[in-house]
T-cell receptor, first 115, second 112 residues
């Protein structure tokens, strides 16, 4: 158990809908990262928040947004969902700003299915 | 940006044999290289990492080697066991940067 929690574990929704994925980092970790894992794309970095502020942005679509709250939990909002958004979404956390400064601990993921 | 390539995509070995997974990276500024193991239905878990000031690191049956000149790094698992069966991902990161660039993964199967 990495100490990172994600809810829900599974999510099934329809195209055009909006969903929110939630992540709680390990105790003491200030950074939260969101990744998308699909069969043909591997692990793709979406966005990072550090102590409430956006720190880095990867291949995140404009339909997706995230935020990190004062208690350091984070939410990833996915809107106008398309079939291609079906994937596993992972949250990871680290103590510092990330990169070579520290390892990232991954949560168990949320499996999103868009029908 | 950084581009990480990983080979092979699938690997089957007999129990007790060694397994080697190789990754190459493109950005010479990358200096942190973690390896993650992902079991079915779980998130990736860090198993070993190496920084660019070190050429090799070993932890029991797992070792990682880094060749900065050639920009490649490898994961070596010796005396493989069925519980080593999983998907393994390599990644690269730049000091001061926040993004991990992951390889596409290697599905390792250890045959009893």
């Amino acid at each position: 158990d990495s100490g990172v929690t994600q809810t829900p574990k599974h999510l099934i929704t329809a195209t055009g809908q909006r969903v929110t994925l939630r992540c709680s980092p390990r105790s003491g970790d200030l950074s939260v990262y969101w990744y998308q894992q699909s069969l043909d794309q591997g692990l793709q970095f979406l966005i990072q928040y550090y102590n409430g502020e956006e720190r880095a942005k990867g291949n995140i679509l404009e339909r997706f947004s995230a935020q990190q709250f004062p208690d350091l939990h984070s939410e990833l909002n996915l809107s106008s969902l398309e079939l291609g958004d079906s994937a596993l979404y992972f949250c990871a956390s680290s103590v510092g700003g990330g990169g070579a400064l520290g390892e990232q601990f991954f949560g168990p993921g949320t499996r999103l299915t868009v029908l | 940006g950084e581009n990480v390539e990983q080979h092979p995509s699938t690997l089957s070995v007999q129990e007790g044999d060694s397994a080697v997974i190789k990754c190459t990276y493109s950005d010479s500024a990358s200096n942190y290289f973690p390896w993650y193991k992902q079991e079915l239905g779980k998130g990736p878990q860090l198993i070993i990492d190496i920084r660019s000031n070190v050429g090799e690191k070993k932890d029991q049956r797992i070792a990682v080697t880094l060749n900065k000149t050639a920009k490649h790094f490898s994961l070596h698992i010796t005396e493989t066991q069925p519980e080593d069966s999983a998907v393994y991902f390599c990644a690269a990161s730049i000091s001061g940067g926040n993004q991990f660039y992951f390889g596409t993964g290697t599905s390792l199967t250890v045959i009893p």
